[in-house]
């Protein structure tokens, strides 16, 4: 017999192994998530798809389904929560939207469009970061960087490279590319590589590519991230050209 939770009174099947966030993808339930890809194995950093499981609060991407668990997912705390959670993200960083070409398809903007902000709400950290433009094809900037790890992830596990990684701790943790000169130019990346694609911001940018799609037309202009999500599971497409 097939084992089942509940998510948010639906009943949804798992197989032994799968976590909360597996069972809801295959069952075409919405978890807010920003640094689960399901390509890559589970990094647990956004907290953004927290739900409550039998009452408490517990990462859905990294936590193993079990049989009979009750989850509550879509709730107004919850996504209040998640809300502040993006806020602190877009006061961490640099995020001037306006004048970034994510726009439209960026991942964090979209789950701030999902859980209705309307402004940071926190001070602005305004951090000074480099930009680095020395690769011929891609562009970093670190002042969209949110941290997710995918990009490390997709270097190590798919292109078997070790372009990215992380460093420091706390607040002054940040992307570095592992190079001598830290430069991105001074890697083996290639714009064909995976990880130069998975970036959920604008952190990591292809060139020559920039502000081709008209507004309106981008991915998030015409739908919300949580339709967007649920049909690249369905199509078993990541999450993110
Ligand atoms: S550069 Fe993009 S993919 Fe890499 S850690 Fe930062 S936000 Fe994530
Ligand atoms: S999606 Fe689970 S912590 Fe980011």
Redesign the pocket.
Same mark, same amino acid.
């Given at each position: 017999m097939n084992k089942t939770i509940t998510i948010d009174g639906k009943i949804v099947p798992f197989t032994d192994g799968q976590t909360i966030m597996d069972a809801a993808l295959g069952a075409q339930v919405y978890i807010p998530h920003l640094c689960h890809n399901p390509e890559f194995k589970p990094h647990g950093s956004c907290k953004l798809c927290v739900v409550s499981v039998n009452g408490r609060n517990m990462t859905s991407c990294t936590m193993p389904a079990a049989e009979d668990m009750v989850v509550a997912n879509n709730t107004p705390e919850l996504n209040d929560d998640r809300k502040v959670l993006v806020q602190m993200l877009f006061v961490e960083g640099n995020h001037i939207c306006p004048a970034c070409e994510a726009s439209g398809n960026c991942q964090l903007q979209a789950a701030a469009y999902y859980l209705n902000m309307l402004s940071p709400h926190f001070t602005h950290f305004y951090p000074p970061r480099e930009v680095d433009a020395s690769h011929p094809d891609v562009f970093l900037d670190l002042n969209r $960087? *949110?941290? $997710?790890?995918? $990009? #490390?992830r997709a270097s190590r596990e798919v292109d078997g490279k070790n372009v990215?990684g992380i460093s420091g701790r706390g607040i002054h943790a940040h992307?570095v590319v592992n190079a001598a000169s830290g430069r991105l130019g001074d890697t083996n990346l290639v714009v064909t590589d995976r990880a130069a694609h #998975? $970036?959920?911001?604008g952190? *990591?940018l292809i060139k020559r590519q920039g502000y081709r799609i008209p507004i309106g037309q981008r991915t998030f202009d015409r739908k919300k991230i949580s339709e967007v999500q649920m049909e690249s599971t369905e199509e078993g497409k990541p999450d993110h050209e």
């Open positions: $960087c *949110i941290l $997710c790890e995918l $990009c #490390v990215f992307l #998975v $970036c959920p911001t952190a *990591i």
